[in-house]
């Protein structure tokens, strides 16, 4: 034990690997409250609807995941430290594993989330989702073949295949979703109030932001090299997770838009749409929460100029 550390790098190894932990710790505890936040306002607040279930599970199961997570980090620090600051040998790359299998699951879990968001804002166009579905899936089983290959395989060389992929999802997926939501408000915007703009202006925000920061992390990780790249592997592994939670507590707290169930249905921004989408307005319903609903009730129990006369079914 004592000669493999003297043996070892404690700048260019021992240090960054410490430092990624710490950041992984960290990070885990920012998303252990947000997480909470999270479950009250689509679970815990007396109002449940079907759209919030399909955010609950998902955000439930990657938050047991991430914990798994952290568990391996620890066991890993505690009993394999030494092992991890050998070169990228067979013993390094199969203690590793079950990290790189618990963020592949995760990331997939958050893939979905994406695709079945954009899959309601286009009210259930399954053309809509068709562009990145193969890829998800795809690229997921391809992570998977990669990383249970041998050290020497040759197939380790096409390892970043995958995060190339993964950033092409989320930037498909943010923008259709974003774009979507602003063209609709786009074609009403005549017919509603400037108040009301502005919250669905808010709502694309925090969706762009939310694919902006996880992509950002993959890019920065597909360019960096050596103890920078472990760094930004121990933020994104967490910034999964984080982001799908984040966005409902976003908008289910307020920032995006504090209205009445009533109020949020993007049927009543145009005239010009045949029928109500009742999808989407379940969608945005979901992401605003019943917390927020529910103050904004109390706070203006009628408010008759943000409702468009083509609200009623």
């Not at 920061?213 to 597909?222: N, Q």
């Not at 993007?266 to 103050?295: F, I, K, N, Y």
Request: net charge positive; proline share 5%; hydrophobic share 45%.
């Amino acid at each position: 034990m004592s000669s493999q550390l003297s043996s070892i790098d404690w700048t260019t190894t021992f240090i960054p690997i410490i430092e990624a932990g710490l950041v992984e710790l960290l990070l885990y505890g920012i998303y252990v409250p947000l997480f909470a936040t999270c479950v009250y306002i689509l679970g815990c607040s007396g109002r449940q609807q079907s759209g919030q279930s399909m955010l609950l599970i998902p955000i439930t199961i990657m938050f047991c995941l991430s914990t798994a997570d952290i568990a391996v980090t620890f066991t890993l620090a505690a009993k394999h430290i030494t092992s991890l600051f050998e070169p990228l040998g067979q013993e390094a790359l199969s203690l590793a594993f079950p990290k790189v299998a618990l963020y592949g699951i995760n990331n997939l879990i958050a893939d979905f989330i994406l695709l079945y968001r954009c899959y309601v804002i286009w009210e259930s166009n399954v053309f809509v989702i068709i562009p990145p579905l193969p890829g998800v899936i795809a690229g997921t089983v391809f992570m998977f073949v990669v990383q249970t290959s041998p050290a020497e395989s040759p197939l380790r060389k096409y390892v970043l295949v995958y995060g190339w992929i993964v950033v092409y999802t989320n930037v498909y997926l943010t923008a259709m979703t974003a774009g979507r939501i602003w063209w609709v408000v786009r074609k009403a915007r005549e017919s509603i109030h400037a108040r009301q703009v502005k919250r669905y202006r808010l709502i694309i925000m925090a969706i762009i932001e939310s694919g902006a920061i996880y992509s950002g992390c993959i890019l920065a990780t597909l360019v960096a090299t050596g103890s920078y790249a472990l760094f930004i592997t121990s933020i994104y592994g967490k910034i999964v997770c984080i982001m799908p939670a984040l966005i409902v507590v976003q908008l289910g707290l307020g920032r995006a838009f504090n209205i009445s169930p009533r109020s949020t249905r993007l049927s009543t921004l145009s005239t010009s749409m045949a029928q109500p989408s009742t999808r989407m307005s379940t969608m945005l319903d979901t992401l605003s929460g019943p917390v927020v609903m529910a103050t904004r009730t109390n706070e203006e129990p009628s408010n008759t100029r943000e409702e468009s006369p083509t609200h009623a079914v």
